[in-house]
């Protein structure tokens, strides 16, 4: 398993709840496994732990292993070459990543050097070569040119190039379509899995929008409040999701030509790392909550299909699709 995350916690001191409690998640090379949930879920933090980049202060449980080996035992030069080599991560705001004073040249030669794939001399041929690999039309061009000069898209595959300037094995998408027009957005996620397909790379997806999710990922983990609570297939998860909170995603997701659907928006607001709970943390804002969720631990059931849903009653209930009458 290229990564594998087995009853990760994060303990922050003064928080009320743990930033992140018993995560576990699996990525194997050449899959794409989606990451959903609201914001403050804690899908960048779990993504952010196979760079072991977590915030000051944070007690650490569980353990985080990419291609076999202990991330949070990784210490000095290891932990750089890790960072540098076998992991890379591709961020939302590509204008962000790079200096808005620089050639597009200089921060693709910059990371090739640093990260030892090649030297200085041979280093603008190559970035050349990266960017034509990503699919920009004029590569020769563009690394003379400064950020300001290129598009959305354009500056997103610039990123992509450099998060695989050292060939990594393993790629985190933070939500890396998500500020792009839908048509970029399908040529980014076009891009992404021809990638995928020639290099071997494990991909974690993260992204907010759980159709998307289902049609792209190979498999879907679904987080609330610093846990998983659900994980399945991405072909059963559209219609045969389990757990209320992923059904309330999907019920408060509009569908394209469909205009008869009524949205239902999840009431409530997800908790704060301020707000304590001692049970199911969707209790309160659960349509089928009952007075034993309140105390119930959270714990990852196996479904009869696959996949998993941390709900006390999730073999009393119907799936999604049997209980709304929808189809994908």
């Given at each position: ?12 001191p ?10 576990s ?5 050449g ?26 202060g ?44 620089r ?6 030669v ?14 603008r ?160 804002r ?14 990852a ?28």
């Open positions: 398993m290229l990564l594998d995350i087995e009853n990760l916690t994060l303990l922050l003064g928080a009320a709840r743990p930033l992140l409690a018993d995560v998640l699996k990525v194997a090379s899959e794409v496994v989606g990451l959903v949930g609201e914001s403050g879920s804690g899908k960048s933090t779990t993504a952010k732990a196979a760079l072991r980049i977590l915030p000051d944070v007690t650490a449980e569980g353990r985080v292993r990419v291609d076999g080996e202990d991330v949070l035992a990784m210490t000095g030069a290891r932990l750089r070459e890790h960072r540098a080599r076998t992991v890379a991560m591709v961020h939302q705001d590509p204008r962000s990543a790079l200096n808005p004073v050639r597009i040249g200089d921060f693709l910059e990371r090739l050097v640093r990260t030892g794939s090649t030297d200085r001399r041979d280093a041929a190559r970035a050349v070569e990266l960017l034509g690999s990503v699919g920009l039309p004029d590569p020769e061009r563009h690394v003379r040119q400064h950020p300001h000069e290129l598009s959305g898209g354009m500056l997103q595959r610039v990123v992509i190039a450099g998060a695989l300037a050292a060939e990594p094995r393993l790629l985190l998408a933070d939500e890396a379509t998500s500020a792009l027009d839908v048509t970029t957005q399908a040529d980014i996620l076009a891009l992404l899995r021809t990638l995928r397909e020639q290099r071997e790379l494990g991909l974690l997806f993260i992204t907010h929008d759980l159709h998307l999710a289902a049609a792209y990922c190979d498999r879907v983990y679904v987080m609330y409040a610093g846990r998983v609570v659900e994980e399945q297939q991405a072909e059963r998860l559209f219609g045969h999701a389990r757990h209320p909170y992923t059904q309330g995603l999907l019920e408060c997701s509009p569908e394209l030509g469909d205009t008869s659907r009524v949205l239902r928006p999840i009431p409530g607001r997800p908790p704060s790392l301020a707000d304590g709970f001692t049970g199911c943390p969707f209790a309160d659960c349509p089928h909550t009952e007075s034993a969720c309140e105390t119930w631990q959270p714990e059931l196996s479904l009869q299909d696959g996949g998993t849903a941390a709900c006390r009653r999730v073999h009393d209930r119907r799936p999604a699709a049997e209980a709304t009458g929808r189809t994908r």
